[in-house]
């Protein structure tokens, strides 16, 4: 079998079976394909033409020879020499010395002469210190360790309870003046007009009681009204059909009833009017004494004293005076609110049946028939907070 004919070199390029020797476009030993041109030169000078190919032989193209050198100084005006010296070869700095100001230098002066003699005046100091504490070594130091905590002393010494109770600055503030509010027309038919008459009259007492708290120095501030039903807890605990002052921090809230009232109300129009203002009077009177410490002092005496009936006379002088402060509110308004005709009838009448013989537990707390009815008169009559200090009245006043 006869061998296959080899492809000749070239076959695989563009043209067919390749170029056969000695035709033009040939390579010694075979080839026909054309060489590439050689780059665009990019140095001086214009460029070579390309060489022709001639069989076996190739033109050399003309060489550039490049002028120039780096070796040697550069000229005077090089730029570039001149830019390399700034960056890499600067000339020094010349160090210029200036001028001090003689008024500067003085200044200096008299500056370190002071640092020197302050630090031997210390030294002084320390050293006699060091020298006292030798002598005297339980003696106090001259300058005192601190802990980081800075000690507050109080601004003055706080004022005894019995103080508090007996020399209160409400007592001097004088008489109230006449107070001009009328009764609030509103009638205890419904818990929403009880409301209304506790929040109408409480705006007047704050304008009769606001200029004498203020003028005994202490702040005023209103009660907060709050309206039970029977058996419900209150901020004052869980209430049950009779008005309640208790401290807290708003200042102090009266808690009144309002259901009974509604009952009592169309047997007997006037004494249930006269019921309402009473009990509010009673707390407000209580208010106030909040507002001026009587509360808190009258309460740490009572938990100091010696026995039971040591603690239920405080607690009966405490509440005769909030009744009696509640008379002088309603004596200072007796031609405005009215209490005359049977209003005025019902009021001194009701008084007496409200003394501890009369209360269901029998709790001498309050204050007997007798006690009510002399502090009460005592406070509509005068209308002066000072006639209601029943802190200095004798055991007897007080029952």
Not at 45 to 73: F, M, N, Q
Request: glycine share 10%; hydrophobic share 35%; with cysteine.
């Amino acid at each position: 079998m006869a061998d296959k004919s080899v492809p000749r070199p070239g076959h695989f390029l563009p043209g067919g079976d390749g170029v056969k020797d000695g035709e033009p476009g040939s390579r010694p030993g075979g080839g026909g394909s054309t060489p590439l041109p050689a780059p665009t030169p990019r140095l001086s000078g214009d460029a070579p033409e390309a060489a022709p190919l001639l069989r076996g032989t190739r033109i050399e193209p003309k060489r550039v020879t490049l002028s120039g050198t780096r070796l040697g100084s550069p000229p005077p005006d090089d730029a570039a020499a001149a830019a390399y010296k700034a960056v890499f070869n600067p000339d020094p700095i010349p160090f210029v010395p200036k001028k001090r100001s003689k008024t500067l230098v003085a200044a200096i002066v008299v500056i370190a002469l002071l640092v020197v003699g302050g630090g031997v005046a210390f030294a002084t100091k320390v050293l006699s210190s060091y020298d006292d504490f030798v002598a005297n070594p339980m003696g106090s130091p001259s300058v005192r360790p601190s802990d980081g905590h800075d000690t507050v002393e109080p601004a003055a010494k706080p004022t005894p309870d019995a103080d508090v109770v007996k020399q209160n600055p409400l007592y001097g503030a004088g008489k109230m003046p006449v107070v001009k509010c009328q009764e609030p027309a509103y009638r205890p038919t419904s818990k929403e007009n009880v409301r209304s008459y506790y929040t109408a009259l409480i705006a007047c007492m704050d304008k009769a009681w606001e200029p004498i708290v203020t003028k005994a120095g202490f702040e005023f501030r209103s009660p907060r009204l709050i309206v039970f039903d029977e058996g419900e807890e209150t901020a004052c605990g869980v209430q049950n059909k009779v008005a309640v002052y208790c401290p807290d921090d708003q200042g102090g809230s009266v808690t009144m009833p309002w259901q009974d009232l509604m009952d009592d109300y169309p047997k007997n129009k006037a004494a249930a009017r006269v019921e309402m203002a009473q009990a509010l009077g009673f707390v407000y009177g209580a208010h106030v004494e909040n507002l001026t410490g009587v509360v808190e002092a009258s309460q740490n005496l009572r938990d100091t004293a010696a026995n039971k009936a040591g603690q239920l006379e405080m607690e009966r002088r405490a509440a005769l005076q909030a009744y009696c402060l509640g008379a002088v509110f309603f004596g200072s308004a007796k031609a405005s609110f009215p209490l005359r005709g049977e209003l005025l009838r019902q009021w001194n009448r009701s008084i007496p049946l409200k003394g501890d013989e009369h209360s269901g537990d029998k709790v001498r707390d309050h204050g007997s028939a007798t006690s009510l009815t002399r502090w009460m008169n005592q406070g509509f009559a005068t209308t002066d907070p000072g006639a209601c200090n029943t802190f200095v009245a004798a055991s007897a006043t007080v029952s």
